[in-house]
């Protein structure tokens, strides 16, 4: 059984009323007790849902899938060192958002809801749409007036409803959540769901590792989608006495909008304001991630640290791996300056990181590379 549990007041709501906030507003998180069988995981077809005891769907005749996730853990080299780099650019809708959305959105349609409310800056809306259509939901996406058409046609080509905001990222948010009163958001980054699916990412990697955990993980950060899914699933397989340690989480961040990494320097528990400045990796622009107090802890637990990349060092990863036959946008870029960077600074670590959205996402931004 799960309950749903108010981040501040401890308030626990049962899971079978929609709801994705508590009575007094605040950030839900998902209780589960997950069940791990080795044989039977083993046994299942490699997708994310071969771990379906420990995801929060009560019927299977209600999982959407394609048979997603199980991405591929490739052994490559950066500056003569070794990392494992997992595959995440390769989901169907084309970042690893796909592990929340199919998961999210099987819940939705458990829920029997019939509409749904986004808001995103692309690849949350291109997967929460992309399920949507699967399940004939409708689905409605705010998303910021400078959004990239790649990402816009991709989610008007899955049927979803368009409402282009003007102003900040932060202003498209205020939007959804108005909208949000009247519907069920299925949001990236509040829906304590969307993280029950990234949380698989964690459980992959350590069945790829032979149920070991890696001693780091290098991982982006902006609302921290798949940062706070992999403490929530490497913390599972901790419990269960699978694993027998929790891997640092590294968390990335661009220099040009990095309200965690001041936040977590200056040994705060929660960021201020800051200044930011544009960044080619648009995907980890967040000024004001809501979850950034739980980010802050989860990082801090592990013995993790942020790290921050310059435009330079975004710019000459996406060179490099395209050079080594990866094609992947620019805020995908960022988490691999990053892990560069990482690399300097540890010596013989397992070492896992990621792809985390493909080049065809960005193609207007990588051609002005050219
Ligand atoms: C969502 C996303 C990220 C990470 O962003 P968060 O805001 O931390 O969830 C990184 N890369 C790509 C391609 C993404 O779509």
Redesign the pocket.
């Known amino acids: 059984m799960a309950n749903l549990i108010c981040t501040e007041t401890k308030e626990v709501y049962n899971t079978e009323v929609p709801r994705w906030k508590s009575d007094t507003g605040a950030l839900l998180d998902l209780s589960i007790t997950p069940f791990f069988d080795l044989e039977k995981i083993k046994s299942r077809a490699k997708c994310l849902w071969r771990y379906r005891e420990a995801l929060p769907i009560e019927n299977e005749k209600n999982i959407l899938s394609v048979d997603e996730g199980f991405t591929p853990l490739l052994e490559l080299a950066f500056d003569n060192r070794k990392v494992l780099i997992k595959q ?2 390769l989901f169907s809708s ?4 796909d592990r929340g959305a199919s998961v999210l959105m099987s819940k939705v349609k458990e829920l029997g809801i019939k509409k749904v409310v986004q808001d995103s800056s ?3 809306g291109c997967a929460i749409a992309m399920y949507s259509a699967m399940a004939n939901i409708d689905c409605d996406i705010y998303v910021p007036a400078n959004t990239s058409d790649a990402k816009l046609a991709q989610m008007k080509m899955y049927g979803a409803n368009i409402h282009k905001i003007k102003g900040s990222r932060e202003d498209t948010a205020s939007a959804a959540l108005e909208a949000a009163r009247h519907h069920y958001y299925a949001s ?2 509040r829906n304590p769901y969307f993280f029950q699916g ?1 949380k698989t990412f964690a459980y992959e990697v350590c069945e790829q590792l032979n149920w070991n955990a890696p001693d780091s993980v290098v ?9 706070i899914g992999c403490y929530i699933g490497f913390k599972d397989l901790l419990q269960a006495g699978i694993i027998s340690k929790m891997p640092k989480l590294i968390a990335v961040q661009s220099e040009n909008c990095a309200p965690l990494y001041h936040a977590f320097n200056k040994n705060e528990n929660d960021i201020s304001d800051i200044e930011t400045q544009p960044t080619i ?1 648009e ?2 622009a ?1 000024a004001k ?1 809501v979850r950034a107090k739980q980010m802050l802890q989860m990082v801090r637990e592990t013995n993790g640290l942020f790290i921050t990349v310059t435009e330079g060092e975004i710019i000459s990863s996406v060179r490099l791996c395209g050079q080594m036959g990866f094609y ?2 620019p ?2 870029a ?2 691999i300056g990053g892990l560069r960077k990482y690399l300097t600074q540890s010596n013989d670590e397992i070492i896992v990181s990621l792809f ?3 080049g065809l ?1 960005a193609t207007e931004k990588i051609m002005k590379l050219i």
Not at 219 to 227: D, E, F, K, S, W
Request: charged content about 10%; proline content about 6%; aromatic content about 2%.
């Open positions: 995440e650019q084309g970042s690893y958002k692309g690849n949350a990236h980054c990234t991982l982006p950060a902006g609302n921290g989608t798949l940062l990796a995907g980890i967040i991630p992947i946008e805020t995908s960022a988490t985390s959205g493909h996402k």
